[in-house]
T-cell receptor, first 116, second 113 residues
Framework: NAGVTQTPKFRVLKTGQSMTLLCAQDMNHEYMYWYRQDPGMGLRLIHYSVGEGTTAKGEVPDGYNVSRLKKQNFLLGLESAAPSQTSVYFC???????????????FGPGTRLTVL | QKEVEQDPGPLSVPEGAIVSLNCTYSNSAFQYFMWYRQYSRKGPELLMYTYSSGNKEDGRFTAQVDKSSKYISLFIRDSQPSDSATYLCAMSDRGSTLGRLYFGRGTQLTVWP
């Protein structure tokens, strides 16, 4: 099992350019999440999905869009990149367990994005 | 005020020292408490998982939860250079069907030989 993988690992964009970050998981998890991690800020939730075809906003959704067309993939899009979106982006996934007794999220290796 | 507060450090200790990492929180509905370890340029990995109050031990690591004080701790005994990483506390409430986690900012730990 590869677990959670993210593509690309690194990217440099110019202000105004667009790009899509791809997250894939092979654990058959229902829930998937996108976070950004900035120095001194910890992990902040951007968007999440509780199943194929469903997405919802997290803590810092502005400037991002997401899609979950297949259960194993969760895409994060930046339509018009801004320097404030320079960050490390992590994808995570979680198995849905009745009663909410298992909250472990499995993380990918991250994508380092720089917007000039 | 963030729901979860964690001193970012950095914390630097000699090999063999006992390390204490802490978080406080404000949401009394939190029932599940986790510690993630994140090595440099890697994704976070779950280290310890506890439910409600009490202690949990796993090798050199002990997690404590004091719900009355809204305070959780992670102790590392006989610390090793390989323990050098950022430690993130995370928590969620019972019945959260979304599985949403609330993270602290992370504490950067360096253990020097």
């Amino acid at each position: 099992n590869a677990g959670v993988t993210q593509t690309p690992k690194f990217r440099v964009l110019k202000t105004g350019q667009s790009m899509t970050l791809l997250c894939a998981q092979d654990m058959n998890h229902e829930y998937m999440y996108w976070y950004r991690q900035d120095p001194g800020m910890g992990l902040r939730l951007i968007h999440y999905s509780v199943g194929e075809g469903t997405t919802a906003k997290g803590e810092v959704p502005d400037g991002y869009n997401v899609s979950r067309l297949k259960k194993q993939n969760f895409l994060l899009g930046l339509e018009s990149a801004a320097p404030s979106q320079t960050s490390v982006y992590f994808c995570a996934s979680k198995l849905r367990v009745r009663g909410g007794d298992n909250n472990e999220q499995f993380f990918g290796p991250g994508t380092r994005l720089t917007v000039l | 005020q963030k729901e979860v507060e964690q001193d970012p450090g950095p914390l630097s200790v000699p090999e063999g020292a006992i390390v204490s990492l802490n978080c406080t929180y404000s949401n009394s509905a939190f029932q599940y408490f986790m510690w993630y370890r994140q090595y440099s340029r890697k994704g976070p990995e779950l280290l310890m998982y506890t439910y409600s109050s009490g202690n949990k031990e796993d090798g050199r690591f002990t997690a404590q939860v004091d719900k009355s004080s809204k305070y959780i701790s992670l102790f590392i005994r006989d610390s090793q250079p390989s323990d050098s990483a950022t430690y993130l506390c995370a928590m969620s409430d019972r019945g959260s069907t979304l599985g949403r986690l609330y993270f602290g900012r992370g504490t950067q730990l360096t253990v020097w030989p």
